[in-house]
Every structure is written in C-alpha cells, then in structure tokens.
C-alpha cells in the first residue's frame, strides 16, 4: 500500500481560493493514476479530478473552470488549486492512488462560508 497524506483544507468565504497538497510515500508514483474525490455531509463520495502519470486531466461538471490538478514526480505530490470557490464545494476531500493498489488519504476538510 501507498500512504497519502492531504493537507492545505480550510475555512474559506466564497469567491475565495485554496490549495491541497497530496503527498505519497513509495518509489513509483508516477506510475500512479491520482484522483481527488471529495464527500459532503449525508452524500456519496464522488469523483472531483484525475491525473494520469502523463499528466492527462479530467474534471467533473461542477469544478471545470475553477479547479485545476496537477502533479510533480519527482515530489511525489498531487495538487489541487481550487479557485472561485461555493458553498457547494465544502466537503472533506480525499486523494486517491491506483496501479496494483488502491490507495486513500485521510481527507482534509474544505469550508466555503461567509
């Protein structure tokens, strides 16, 4: 197994911006397919934004436009830069890792409110 570690979660207003951090441990994380998914109170985990090894990107509907997920290597860090952020958007955000394994973090919570 991969350990993941998130941080960079906070208390943000609207219209505001936040970064998160996802740091892996092991030798081959750019063999990795990353992903954050987030879950907010009373739903489902769902998918927010995925990167290849490559560098190839997909976002879900609701953050194309203001969110933007990138990695380094040879930092063995994911990121996700999340501006023009809504109410919507609080949830506890989790980064996964696939290749023969199937990797969570612990989450980092997101709070949008005024």
């Known amino acids: 197994q991969v350990q993941l570690v998130e941080s960079g979660g906070g208390l943000v207003q609207p219209g505001g911006s936040l970064r998160l951090s996802c740091a892996a441990s092991?030798?081959?994380?750019?063999?990795?397919?990353m992903s954050w998914y987030r879950q907010a109170p009373g739903k489902q985990r769902e998918l927010v934004a995925g990167i290849s090894g490559g560098g190839i990107t997909n976002y879900a509907d609701p953050v194309k436009g203001r969110f933007t997920i990138s990695r380094d290597n040879a930092k063995k860090t994911m990121y996700l830069q999340m501006n023009d952020l809504k109410p919507e958007d609080t949830a506890v955000y989790y980064c996964?890792?696939?290749?023969?394994?199937?990797?969570w973090g612990q989450g980092t919570q997101v709070t949008v409110s005024s």
């Open positions: 092991g030798s081959i994380f750019s063999l990795y397919y």
């Open positions: 996964r890792a696939q290749w023969t394994v199937d990797s």
